[in-house]
C-alpha cells in the first residue's frame, strides 16, 4: 500500500470513495487517469478458430458461423413439445429458437491438409451469419489453394454448400471424398421438383463441377493415411463418421450423428426432421455413442456449441456431452 499511496490525504480520498488497493493501482497517484467518457461498444468477436494437437496430428477447428434453426417444435420429433421445452430450459437454453454452429475440422496428418465438411457457402437459407468458413481460414492463417483434401460426412446443404462458388472452386487443388450412397441420392435431378429440390439443387451446384476429383470412401476403409470412414446411415443414406488417428490414439469427427448437445444426447431417439430415415439414424446415434462412450474417444460434433469437442458418457437411457476445455496457452 505505501508504494501506491503516497500521502495521507490521498488514502483518505480513496477510502472515501469506497477504493480498494486494485483501483489504485491504475497509477502511481492512485486516482489519477481514469477515464470518465463512456467507452464505446466493441463491434468485433474473438476469431472463430481453435488449435490443437493429437497425437503428431495438427487439428484446426474453423467455424461457417452460427446456424439458427428456428423453434425446436417440427425440428425435433417423436417426442411431446413440453419434454423439448423442458429439456431446453433446464439446461438455460431458449426455447423459442435452436442455434447450432458448424464446426468444420481441418486436419494435418500424414503430410496431408483434410478439410472436414464445407458450411453453407453463398447460399442464405438460414439467414447471414453462415458462410463465414473462407474468413475463418484467413483469421487461422490457412489458404484455400493449401488444402489437400475435402472430406464430407453426407451431402446435406450445410456440409457441401461451401465447396464450389460462383467464379468455381473455392478450393482449387482439393480432391474429395463423400460416401457413393449420398452423392447418387442427393446430385438425382429426379428429386429437384420435390421437397428436397432445394437441397438437390445445392448438392448438384457444389459437387458436379468437381465431379472428377470425387472419390467414394468404404465402410471401416482407411482411404487417407490415419483417416477411417464408419457408415452411419439414418440421417442420411451415407452418413458417414470418421476416425482420425495419431500417435495410437483415435479422435472421431462425429458429423451430424447428433444435432443437439442435450436433446439428441440425452435422449438420443428423439428424431430430427431432416433425417432421411429418424429410426435408422437414432440406431446408428445409439449404436455409434455407445462405442464412443465405452472406448472414451474424443470426439468433434459439427453442430454442438463452439469449438464442439468433448467426450460421450452413459447416463441413464442416454448419453451426456462433457466438453473439453480449450486450452488456449
Ligand atoms: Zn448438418
Not at 7 to 36: K, W
Not at 119 to 147: C, V, Y
Not at 264 to 284: C, G, H, M, N, W
Request: proline share 7%; charged share 15%.
Amino acid at each position: 500500500m505505501s508504494k501506491i499511496i503516497h500521502n495521507r490525504r490521498q488514502f483518505l480520498t480513496a477510502s472515501a470513495l469506497g477504493m480498494g488497493a486494485a483501483t489504485l493501482t491504475l497509477g502511481s497517484t492512485g486516482l489519477v487517469g481514469r477515464a470518465h467518457a463512456a467507452a464505446p461498444l466493441a463491434t468485433t468477436q474473438a476469431p472463430y478458430f481453435y488449435r490443437f494437437m493429437h497425437g503428431d496430428a495438427q487439428v484446426t477447428m474453423v467455424s461457417d458461423g452460427p446456424l439458427p434453426l428456428g423453434s425446436p417444435a417440427g425440428n425435433f420429433l417423436g417426442v411431446e413439445e413440453d419434454v423439448i421445452n423442458g429439456m431446453l430450459t433446464d439446461n438455460f437454453l431458449p426455447t423459442d429458437n435452436v442455434v447450432l454452429e458448424q464446426n468444420i475440422p481441418i486436419v494435418n496428418i500424414n503430410g496431408n491438409l483434410i478439410l472436414f465438411d464445407t458450411g453453407m457457402g453463398t447460399i442464405d437459407m438460414f439467414g447471414p451469419t453462415t458462410g463465414r468458413l473462407l474468413k475463418s481460414m484467413d483469421e487461422a492463417g490457412i489458404a484455400p489453394e493449401d488444402i489437400d483434401y475435402i472430406v464430407c460426412t453426407h451431402g446435406h446443404i450445410d456440409h457441401i454448400g461451401g465447396i464450389v462458388g460462383a467464379s468455381g472452386p473455392y478450393f482449387p487443388n482439393a480432391e474429395l471424398y463423400i460416401s457413393q450412397a449420398d452423392f447418387d441420392y442427393w446430385t438425382d435431378e429426379n428429386k429437384l421438383s420435390g421437397g428436397l429440390g432445394p437441397f438437390v439443387q445445392a448438392a448438384r451446384d457444389n459437387l458436379m463441377p468437381v465431379r472428377e476429383r470425387i472419390s467414394f470412401f468404404k465402410d471401416e476403409e482407411e482411404f487417407l493415411p490415419g483417416i477411417t470412414a464408419m457408415a452411419t446411415p439414418g440421417h442420411t443414406v451415407g452418413h458417414t463418421i470418421f476416425m482420425i488417428e495419431s500417435g495410437g490414439s483415435p479422435l472421431c469427427f462425429i458429423g451430424d450423428l447428433t444435432h443437439h448437445q442435450i436433446l439428441l444426447v440425452e435422449r438420443p431417439r428423439i428424431e430430427f426432421a431432416y433425417d432421411t430415415d429418424p429410426k435408422q439414424s437414432a440406431d446408428s446415434r445409439v449404436r455409434a455413442l455407445d462405442m464412443l462412450a465405452a472406448n472414451r474417444i474424443p470426439c468433434m460434433a459439427f453442430h454442438f456449441p463452439w469449438p464442439g469437442i468433448g467426450h460421450f458418457v452413459k447416463m441413464g437411457d442416454g448419453f451426456r456431452f462433457l466438453p473439453s476445455p480449450m486450452q488456449l496457452g
